[in-house]
Protein backbone atom coordinates (compact mmCIF):
# COMPACT_ATOMS: atom_id res chain seq x y z
CA UNK A 1 0.00 0.00 0.00
CA UNK A 2 1.42 3.22 -0.55
CA UNK A 3 1.75 5.85 1.76
CA UNK A 4 -1.21 8.17 -0.14
CA UNK A 5 -3.07 5.49 0.23
CA UNK A 6 -2.43 4.18 3.41
CA UNK A 7 -3.01 8.01 4.59
CA UNK A 8 -6.49 8.18 3.02
CA UNK A 9 -7.71 4.68 4.77
CA UNK A 10 -6.63 6.07 8.18
CA UNK A 11 -8.37 9.47 7.82
CA UNK A 12 -11.21 7.57 6.84
CA UNK A 13 -11.29 5.15 9.13
CA UNK A 14 -11.42 8.01 11.52
CA UNK A 15 -13.78 10.12 9.66
CA UNK A 16 -16.85 7.10 9.62
CA UNK A 17 -16.38 5.51 12.73
CA UNK A 18 -19.52 4.60 14.39
CA UNK A 19 -20.30 7.01 17.16
CA UNK A 20 -21.84 6.21 20.64
CA UNK A 21 -25.13 8.08 21.59
CA UNK A 22 -25.09 10.07 18.51
CA UNK A 23 -26.99 9.55 14.96
CA UNK A 24 -26.70 6.72 12.84
CA UNK A 25 -26.30 9.41 9.88
CA UNK A 26 -23.27 11.12 12.00
CA UNK A 27 -19.84 11.59 10.96
CA UNK A 28 -16.82 13.34 12.17
CA UNK A 29 -15.46 16.17 10.48
CA UNK A 30 -12.67 15.83 8.33
CA UNK A 31 -10.39 18.02 10.14
CA UNK A 32 -10.81 15.75 13.71
CA UNK A 33 -10.88 12.50 11.58
CA UNK A 34 -7.34 14.08 10.41
CA UNK A 35 -5.95 15.01 13.84
CA UNK A 36 -7.08 11.68 14.75
CA UNK A 37 -4.86 9.84 12.10
CA UNK A 38 -2.27 11.64 13.11
CA UNK A 39 -2.23 10.86 16.43
CA UNK A 40 -2.28 7.33 15.55
CA UNK A 41 0.78 7.60 12.74
CA UNK A 42 2.74 9.50 15.50
CA UNK A 43 1.80 6.46 17.89
CA UNK A 44 2.97 4.20 15.26
CA UNK A 45 6.57 5.99 14.76
CA UNK A 46 6.99 5.90 18.76
CA UNK A 47 6.47 2.50 18.95
CA UNK A 48 8.63 1.61 15.89
CA UNK A 49 11.57 3.57 16.45
CA UNK A 50 13.79 4.37 13.97
CA UNK A 51 13.93 2.17 11.18
CA UNK A 52 13.24 1.51 6.78
CA UNK A 53 9.57 1.75 8.33
CA UNK A 54 10.08 5.29 9.48
CA UNK A 55 10.34 6.73 5.96
CA UNK A 56 6.83 5.23 5.22
CA UNK A 57 4.86 6.63 8.31
CA UNK A 58 6.58 10.14 7.45
CA UNK A 59 5.00 10.31 4.49
CA UNK A 60 2.28 8.97 4.94
CA UNK A 61 1.99 11.73 8.12
CA UNK A 62 3.44 14.63 5.61
CA UNK A 63 -0.12 13.43 3.16
CA UNK A 64 -2.63 13.32 5.63
CA UNK A 65 -1.64 16.88 7.25
CA UNK A 66 -1.02 18.59 3.43
CA UNK A 67 -2.96 16.83 0.93
CA UNK A 68 -6.52 15.14 2.04
Known amino acids: MTPK ?3 K ?3 YKFKYVK ?3 MSDYSIIYLP ?4 CALIAV ?7 GISM ?10 I ?3 EL
Not at 53 to 62: L, R, S
Request: glycine share 0%; hydrophobic share 35%; net charge negative.
Open 42 to 48: DEILKAI
Open 5 to 7: EKA
Open 9 to 11: ELV
Open 19 to 21: PTK
Open 32 to 35: TAKQ
Open 53 to 62: TDEYWQEVKQ
Open 64 to 66: IEE
